[in-house]
């Protein structure tokens, strides 16, 4: 059986096993969300606050639901690779480069624009997603590091040699643009216009997913004639 044939085959099951068990634990984590709001009665017409879009951050995030996270990126990058890389596999790519390679990395040579923008964008949507998945901004660079380097030594080992470049640009530089992103996302999102919603979701895309970690709340203004609690809701 050819290389490329093999390799789908393990995309499909990969990615028909994570989405099996994902989706229940999404499930239960959506159904366990409740908004609370607390608020003093007596000084309840002098709150006065602000509408926000922002990202909340999941402390108790179990390590089962972490490693389901990376073994779904893992699962997308299966599919990516064998899909737009299928010539390339059929071409250069051999069982014997897949365990070989993963133990020569190199610089590679490949052209600033591949290595610079379309790894940094790569690396855009690792970051983003799993700041959507409520990670810290530091846990979402580490684990992009990782499904890089899964990517680097597991899969393109296939067809080339792990790239040192590769390795770091891509979370790295996709960390520096995906924390942009994401500030000028939420800020779009909290405004009150349709068009800026369009543009906020379309820099960040992960902010419209059911599991999504974002929400709006409104932010108290403080300030001695009045005072109150934020709330905050998921939609």
């Not at 068990?21 to 709001?37: A, F, G, M, R």
């Not at 992103?181 to 919603?197: F, K």
């Amino acid at each position: 059986m050819k290389l490329h044939t093999v390799m789908f085959f393990i995309t499909g099951y990969m990615c028909f096993l994570i989405l099996i068990i994902t989706v229940p634990v999404h499930s239960q984590e959506l159904n366990k969300k409740t908004d609370n709001i607390t608020v003093n009665e007596k000084k309840k017409e002098n709150i006065k606050s602000e509408k926000k879009y922002q990202h909340v951050i999941r402390h108790d995030i179990p390590v089962s639901e972490q490693l389901l996270t990376l073994g779904f990126v893992y699962a997308i990058q299966w599919g990516y690779y064998v899909t737009f890389q299928n010539e390339t596999i059929k071409d250069h790519g051999s069982f014997k480069n897949w365990y070989t390679n993963m133990y020569k990395p190199h610089f590679d040579y490949d052209s600033y624009d591949y290595n610079l923008i379309l790894h940094t964008l790569t690396g855009t949507y690792y970051y983003l997603f799993f700041r959507s998945r409520g990670h810290t901004k530091a846990a979402a660079l580490r684990w992009g590091m990782i499904s890089q380097l899964l990517f680097e030594f597991t899969i393109e080992t296939a067809t080339e040699r792990p790239s040192f470049q590769d390795m770091y640009q891509t979370p790295v530089f996709g960390a520096v643009v995906g924390m942009s992103l994401e500030y000028v996302s939420n800020t779009l999102l909290s405004t009150d216009s349709v068009i800026a919603h369009i543009l906020g979701y379309l820099l960040n895309p992960f902010a419209l997913f059911p599991f999504s970690s974002y929400e709006t709340a409104n932010v108290p203004i403080v300030a001695k004639s009045y005072f109150g609690y934020a709330l905050s809701f998921r939609f």
